[in-house]
């Protein structure tokens, strides 16, 4: 439906809140515009023009910004360029939410370039009375508030909502009014804080400006990979959308919850694999929150109490990452612990790196998550703890190097957890497993993937157990198609460890 020109017009801006459902900003922009207004609703691929973007941070805590071994800004607030699989997610959320807004009476306009002058020029192109995003709390926060000034410069409303998070950064903080840099307390003290809010109904009805706004051609924007087309295995795997996002969360209230203690076994299909959808905004945190939370008081008892309870503290990790870049804007490019910065990584060798990204080192467990991640852009959490493992420590490559990988690679590549879970597994994060904890790939298969389901699954062509022992003759079997390992592990861990006394050594 579609009013006339003069009516207020309300600028909706979506960006990791690809859903109609629990979106406190559509909702807001669609009462402002009332009965006689129109709703835009834009969604705006950024390239940014770095230089614009203000610097340093202003919400960064005077605690952090006075670390004189930190460099307190990253290389750049833009948003960072997305990676590969989330390229090819993106175009097909954008597309289930546009055919979602058009059966309301929406549409969605697509525009592109640095978000600082084109929301603000849009916002006078089409007589915006009020623009409307729900808050990130990336670096690219700052372009936000550039944006926010720019238009109340030239009397504009500019409104934010919480949406993405579950508890901003800034409500969680220790006695002393400090972020928390271990997940145990922080996480206490978000289970302290008022339950979060209802989620919000999605809109019956959007009704649009009477002349129809200037929208690129999604597949202008090319998206998608082509020559080669290496997304099939993304197709099989994969539902971007809304729709599927809530198909997920009800299956895995139905099956995965009961079994979630079973989470770290990566052939049982137990995790939610919300992930993805989570980073897009398909779906809420404060959606998933109540639904497990009211599936533990009305219907779950015993094991499957603990099993909600756990499953909500991995929603919990989510937003303490979220909170650590927001505090630690170097997240992705410096080593949160300051004494890592003098780690003697080994030189790159470009066959051994090749060899992990391709799933070809000869460790299965290795080569299986790797040949997963580059099939389907996920790779199952304790695999990818000890495909990260591997990289640095068995190959003493640098954690950033592997950061960059995931992130091109994955669906779920997310700014705050990629870089904070690489550096967790690094020892150099915040709340970091220990750097001398070395994951061995042979014992973490033995246990984890006993009779190698997963294991046989990635790699068919290997024929040994799960701890990587390999039946007599099955190299010569298989014509040597699977490789012997690349290094030892066991002397690798030893280097590992000298590497890491070394560096203790200087500090
Ligand atoms: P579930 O077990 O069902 O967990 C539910 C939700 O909790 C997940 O969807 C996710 O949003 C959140 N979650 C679970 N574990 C973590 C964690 N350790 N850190 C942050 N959030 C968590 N997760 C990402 O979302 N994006 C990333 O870019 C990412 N990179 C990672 C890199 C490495 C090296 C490692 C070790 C972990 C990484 N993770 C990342 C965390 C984790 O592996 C995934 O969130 C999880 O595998 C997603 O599967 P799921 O949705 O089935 O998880």
Sequence with gaps: MSKPDSSPVSLVWLRNDLRLEDNPALVAGIEAAGDHGAVVVVYVLEEPDAAEYPLPFQSASQEENSEEARQSVP?????????????????????????????????????????????????????????????????ARAVDGVIKSRLRTSGIDAHSFQANLLHEPWTVSTGSGTPFRVFTPYWRACLSRPLP??????????????????????????????????ASGLRETWQPGEQAALTRLSAFLEVGLASYHRRDEPSEAVNSMLSPHLRF???????????????RRTELSGQSLDNAAKFLSEIGWREFNASILFYMPYLRD??????????????????????????QTGVPLVDAGMRELWHTGIMHNRVRMVAASFLIKNLLVDWRIGEAWFWDTLVDADEASNPGNWQWVAGSGVDAAPYFRVFNPETQAKKFDPEAHYIQRWVPEFEGDAAGKRAPGAETLFGGSYPAPIVDLRETRVAALAAYDEMRAVG
């Design 281 to 295: 905004g398909e779906i809420s945190p404060f959606q998933v929150w109540h639904a497990v939370d009211s599936a």
């Design 197 to 230: 809010r209802a989620p919000l109904p999605a809109p019956e009805r959007i009704t649009t400006p009477l002349t129809a706004v200037a929208s690129d051609d999604l597949s202008s924007w090319n998206l998608l990979p082509q020559n080669p087309d290496w």
């Design 334 to 359: 410096q080593n949160v612990r300051p004494e890592f910065d003098a780690f003697p990584w080994k030189e790159t060798d470009p066959h051994q790196l090749k060899a992990w990204q391709t799933g």
């Design 75 to 139: 290389n750049s607030n833009a948003p960072r360029p997305l990676g590969g699989a989330s390229r090819w997610w993106l175009h097909h959320s954008l597309t289930a939410l546009a055919s979602s807004l058009r059966a309301i009476g929406g549409e969605l306009v697509l525009r592109r370039g640095n978000a600082a002058s084109v929301i603000p020029e849009l916002a006078h192109e089409v007589n915006a009375t009020g623009v409307y995003w729900n808050r990130r709390y990336t670096n």
